[in-house]
Structure formats: C-alpha cells, structure tokens
C-alpha cells in the first residue's frame, strides 16, 4: 500500500475560482460583500434600505442567492440598480462558479460596489470563498444570543456582525450584550452594528461602515494604478 | 448540511491522484476537519458512505482528523488549543492566563493523503 501525501484544500477548485474573482475585483477597485445569515434575519431588507439611499447612478450591482424564486430580485430592482437572482435550484449556498457566471453580463468597469445576497443558511456559505473583501453575518434580536456559539464557523469568519431589528429589543428576550460578547469570544476581532431598517436607528453607522470600506478599497486601487505609471 | 458536496469533492481528488499512477487502485483518503470549517465529521463519514455504496469505489476508507482550534499566547508564545469544553472559542492562555492571543489554526478543510494500492 502506497500512501501518497496530498495537502490540498478539499474546496481547492471553489478557491482558485475565488482566487481569480478577487484578482479582477481588486484590479477593477470593486468593493464586494458578501451578506450571510439565517433565513428571515433581514438581509434582503438590510440591502432594501442600503440601496434606497444612494443615488441613482451610482455604480452598484447586487447578486441574490436563493434555492427558489425570484421575489428577492423583483424587491431589490425597484431602487434602480442592477440586480441578478441567483437560483441555485436546491443547493445551500452560493460558490465561486455561480459569481463567476452570473458576472458575465456586468462590464466590471461599470460596478463600485458589488453585494452578493447568499443563501439564508449560517452553516455552508461560511465555506466558501466567494473573492468577497468581507463577510458580513447578521444576526436578529428574533434570533437566539448564542448563535455565535452554535454556528461559530461564520461569525469566525465575518469581518462584521450587524445586529438586525433592534426596534423589538423592548418585546423580545434577546440579551444583545451577550450576544456581543459571544461573538467576540469566537471572533476577537469582529466589528459589531446594531441596527434597524425600520426606524433607521443605525443605519448612518452602517453606511458610514460601507463608505470608509469603499473610500479604503478606491484609495488602494488609486494608489496601485499611481505606482504602476510611476513604473511606466 | 452540504456535507454530500463536500465528500463528492474528497472523492474526486482521490479519484484524481490515484488515475497519475497507472494501475493503482484508491483504497483511502484522509482529511483534516477543523472544528471551525463548519463540515460536521459524522455527517461527513455518512454522506462519503452513501455516495461510494454499489461503487468501486465501496471499499475506500475515509479518515477523518478532528482538528482543535489553535490559538498563539502573544505574550509567551506558547501554541494550545481551545478547551473541550468551548472549542470554538478564543481562550485564554492555560499558561500565563493571557487573553492577548491570536488564532492560528482550526478552519481547515484539507486532503492529507491518498492511499493506494499499486500493482
């Protein structure tokens, strides 16, 4: 019997699609997020509110995920801007390929900031590198404060964790200090909102989030394309 | 819950090293599983059972290796893994009780080996 030494990754063929996403969204200064939580937890509201208040003509895209359907596509099309369903007919996640076709339409030259709605599921999306800059994982005050515990995978793996629907905080039991402090106990480093989409309450740290994020990722590409003529 | 993707993917990456040796036949595969990968190992082992069962590939043995977190004490250096008790969790450290640590390993998802049996 032969034993052969392997040390690969067993997702490799997702990650060298992830790999060569990234390369062409830092290459064309695109901010891409990718928005994971449970079903029902408000990504899709979240993304409502977030693209009614930019103005038309800006360059963002949206790709949503889902296993059926495409009500979330029709919602998020009203504010004006590109929007894609993607259905995945069954699977429980989004990976590299469906990003990859579902960008062939899109020129990159026309998207700032792409934000990718993936399958309402805490468990697969977290294993799969979509060539996003970040996860966020939103958690509801509906939801149990020790689902960083139970699911750790994603809130290991979330640059931010967005607290949704704070306006029920007076109706339910949710105990947002801990739910805070479980997901830094797996996450240290995790960057916490709380917000809600129906009294607005947060919503301007949010935005503030996304634009120092955007204003980061346009300065790296301005900086790359200035050392680049510098060598020219 | 995609954990039948995931043995699919184990499988074919066993498939794939044993077709470089000619005449070889696959007998096992081992992989890493680290408990932050979000792959639950017994639902791991079930689904790879089901999908090699009537195959020729019936009789190759998954070996899956629970992997703990691992986390770094920045303050004496020293390497441990999260207790039983919480896993997933940054602990401090169990020598110099330190909580300034950082997370080294424990969201692996890897193919260590292949085992073949060649002619």
């Not at chain 2, 791991?44 to 899956?64: M, P, Q, S, Y």
Request: proline fraction near 5%; include cysteine.
């Amino acid at each position: 019997m032969t034993v052969v030494r392997v040390e690969e990754k067993v997702l490799n063929e997702n990650q060298r699609i992830a790999i060569e996403l990234r390369r062409r969204f830092e290459e064309h200064n695109i901010l891409c997020l990718n928005f994971i939580s449970a079903p029902g937890s408000g990504k899709t509201t979240l993304l409502e509110s977030t693209l009614a208040a930019f103005p038309r003509g800006e360059k963002i895209a949206v790709l949503t995920g889902d296993l059926q359907t495409e009500n979330d596509a029709r919602r998020l099309m009203r504010y004006g801007f590109p929007v894609q369903q993607i259905v995945t007919g069954g699977v429980c996640h989004l990976d590299g390929k469906m990003i990859d076709r579902a960008l062939q339409p899109w020129p990159l030259e026309t998207i700032d900031v792409l934000f990718i709605e993936n399958v309402g599921n805490l468990v697969c999306p977290s294993s799969y590198d979509l060539g996003e800059e970040a996860k966020i994982v939103l958690l509801s005050v509906t939801e149990g404060e020790d689902k960083p515990l139970k699911y750790p995978s994603i809130f290991h793996k979330a640059a931010l964790l967005i607290l949704t629907k704070i306006d029920l905080l007076p109706y339910v039991p949710f105990d947002i200090e801990a739910a805070k402090t479980n997901a830094r106990q797996v996450n240290p480093g995790i960057e916490i909102l709380e917000v809600s989409c129906s009294t607005g309450k947060g919503m301007d740290e949010w935005r503030a989030w996304l634009a120092e994020r955007r204003g980061k990722r346009q300065g790296v590409g301005s900086a790359s394309r200035g050392s680049l003529e510098n060598r020219n | 819950m995609h954990e039948v993707g995931i043995a699919n993917s184990i499988l074919e990456a066993g498939r794939t090293e044993t077709a470089r040796r000619p005449g070889a036949k696959l007998m096992g595969i081992g992989v890493r599983v680290g408990v932050l990968s979000g792959v639950d190992v017994d639902a791991l082992r079930f689904a790879f059972e089901c999908i090699v069962a009537g195959t020729e590939d019936e009789k190759v043995v998954l070996t899956a290796e629970d992997c703990p977190r691992m986390n770094r004490c920045e303050d004496c250096g020293r390497e441990y893994a999260s207790p039983q008790l919480s896993p997933f969790t940054d602990a401090p450290c169990p020598g110099c009780q330190s909580h300034h640590t950082s997370f080294v390993s424990g969201d692996q998802l890897d193919i260590a080996f292949v085992e073949v049996e060649e002619p």
